[in-house]
C-alpha cells in the first residue's frame, strides 16, 4: 500500500524567503506525484505533477518539485514567498498501476507567510 | 474546477437521520471519487466509481453509500447519519488512471 508522509503540520517563512515543504512518498512501484493547494473554504488546486520523464516539475505560481528515488522524496519549493502562497498545502501519491483507485493524500503542511 | 458542482455546500443534521450529498459533473470525466477532510488526517477517500453503475470502497467506506446512475451524477449517502461523520465532504473526478483529480468546493457536513 502507499503512503505519504508531509513533515511539519505548520511551516512558517518570511515573506521573500524561501519555502520548502518536504513530502516523503511509500510505493511499491514507481509512483505518479502530486501538489495540490487549498485556500480557505475552497476545494484543491493542482499545482504540479510528476509522472515520467524530468525529475524536476515546474508548476504553476512559481512553486517546483523535484522526484527523487533514492531519497523517495518529492519536496515543493518556491525561491520568493508571497502573502498570496498562505494556504494548505498536501502531497498526493498514486502508484503506477494503471488503477482508478483515486490518490493517496499526506495530512497536509499550513503554510504561514510572516510580513 | 472541472465544472464540479457540490450540492448542499452546507448541511447541519441529527444524528440518525439519512443525508445525501450530490457532486455534478459537466466534463464528462469517468472517473468520480468522494473524500472526506478532518483535521490532522487530510483527505480520506471514502469510494469510487469507474463508470456507471461501477463503484468500489475506499478507506473509511464504512456507513457510507454510494451511487452513480448517469455519469454526471454521483451521490454520497449517509444512511443513518452519527456525529463522527462530522466532516467536509469533497467530490473529485478525473479522466484516468493515475490522472490528477479535479475538485469540487466541498460540503461542510455537521451531526449534531
Known amino acids: 500500500a502507499q503512503s505519504v508522509t508531509q513533515l511539519g503540520s505548520h511551516v512558517s517563512v518570511s515573506e521573500g524567503a524561501l519555502v520548502l515543504l518536504r513530502c516523503n512518498y511509500s510505493?511499491?512501484?514507481?509512483?505518479?506525484l502530486f501538489w495540490y493547494v487549498q485556500y480557505p473554504n475552497q476545494g484543491l488546486q493542482l499545482l504540479l505533477k510528476?509522472?515520467?520523464?524530468?525529475?524536476l516539475v515546474k508548476g504553476i505560481n512559481g512553486f517546483e518539485a523535484e522526484f527523487k528515488k533514492s531519497e523517495t522524496s518529492f519536496h515543493l519549493t518556491k525561491p520568493s514567498a508571497h502573502m498570496s502562497d498562505a494556504a494548505e498545502y498536501f502531497c498526493?501519491?498514486?502508484?503506477?498501476?494503471?488503477?482508478?483507485?483515486?490518490?493517496?493524500f499526506g495530512k497536509g503542511t499550513h503554510l504561514i507567510i510572516q510580513p | 474546477d472541472a465544472g464540479i458542482t457540490q450540492s448542499p455546500r452546507h448541511k447541519v443534521t441529527e444524528t440518525g437521520t439519512p443525508v445525501t450529498l450530490r457532486c455534478h459533473q459537466t466534463?464528462?470525466?469517468?472517473?468520480m471519487y468522494w473524500y472526506r477532510q478532518d483535521p490532522g488526517h487530510g483527505l480520506r477517500l471514502i469510494h469510487y466509481?469507474?463508470?456507471?453503475?461501477?463503484?468500489d470502497k475506499g478507506e473509511v467506506s464504512d456507513g457510507y453509500s454510494v451511487s452513480r446512475s448517469k455519469t454526471e451524477d454521483f451521490l454520497l449517502t449517509l444512511e443513518s447519519a452519527t456525529s463522527s461523520q462530522t466532516s467536509v465532504y469533497f467530490c473529485?473526478?478525473?479522466?484516468?488512471?493515475?490522472?490528477?483529480?479535479?475538485f469540487g468546493n466541498g460540503t461542510r457536513l455537521t451531526v449534531t
Open positions: 498526493a501519491v498514486s502508484d503506477s498501476g494503471g488503477g482508478a483507485d483515486g490518490l493517496t
Open positions: 510505493s511499491s512501484v514507481p509512483p505518479y
Open positions: 510528476y509522472t515520467t520523464g524530468a525529475t
Open positions: 466534463e464528462n470525466h469517468r472517473y
Open positions: 466509481s469507474y463508470g456507471v453503475k461501477d463503484t
Open positions: 473529485a473526478t478525473g479522466t484516468g488512471a493515475n490522472s490528477p483529480l479535479h
